[in-house]
């Protein structure tokens, strides 16, 4: 589907969402997916209808908690990870140890970083509102640039060009609550 940041892939089960890329091309989108899924790919547009309708409020900057059935493949500890992903308000960070305390595990940052990255719903399931403890602007699967993209969306930074984050302390748009500082 088209958007004002480019175009993004979807895909999904009959039990709900299990990728979406915001990123990319079609044909790495695909090759993901085989990787994942042992599937039969059929495109059928009408399945998307809630994604595009929420998306849509996305993209018009309305507070957007994607609220979607998905199908997420992975470990129990990945899983636990995405989920404490999707807490973070639009607009706001989170730190990977906050992640990793969310998932039950605080001494597991570095696994919890990992999960981040293993995130197979980037933008839906939010992980490039995740940034280090300290306040520097961390890695993303997508590429810097299109982190700084999504971030300056979400008003963190005021353009993405070049390096917003540089000289900017981000924890100042970690959520009120002291402890996704962690």
């Known amino acids: 589907m088209g958007t004002p940041l480019g175009d993004m892939w979807a895909a999904t089960s009959e039990r709900g969402l299990v990728g979406f890329n ?13 990787k994942r899924w042992k599937a039969d790919f059929v495109e ?8 595009e309708r929420q998306l849509g409020r996305y993209f018009r900057k309305e507070y957007v ?5 998905l199908d997420q493949k992975g470990t129990d500890f990945q899983k636990r990870v995405w989920n404490a ?3 973070i308000p639009y607009g706001k960070l989170a730190s990977y140890g906050w992640i990793a305390w969310r998932a039950g595990k605080p001494e597991a940052v570095r696994a ?3 999960a981040v990255s ?10 490039h509102r995740v940034v280090h403890g300290d306040g520097t602007i961390g890695g993303f699967g ?3 640039p299109h982190k700084r ?12 060009e070049g390096e917003p984050e540089r000289g900017v302390d981000l924890r100042g748009f970690f959520d009120s609550s002291p402890i996704r500082a962690l």
């Open 65 to 69: 908690k994607f609220d979607l059935p």
């Open 118 to 127: 293993a995130n197979p719903l980037g933008l839906i399931v939010p992980c």
């Open 85 to 87: 992903i999707s807490e």
């Open 22 to 34: 915001s990123s990319g091309t079609r044909e790495g989108f695909l090759a993901e997916l085989a």
């Open 142 to 144: 997508g590429g810097l």
């Open 112 to 114: 919890a970083g990992n």
């Open 149 to 160: 993209q999504l971030l300056a969306w979400e008003g963190i930074f005021s353009t993405p």
């Open 44 to 51: 059928e547009p009408s399945k998307f209808a809630e994604l």
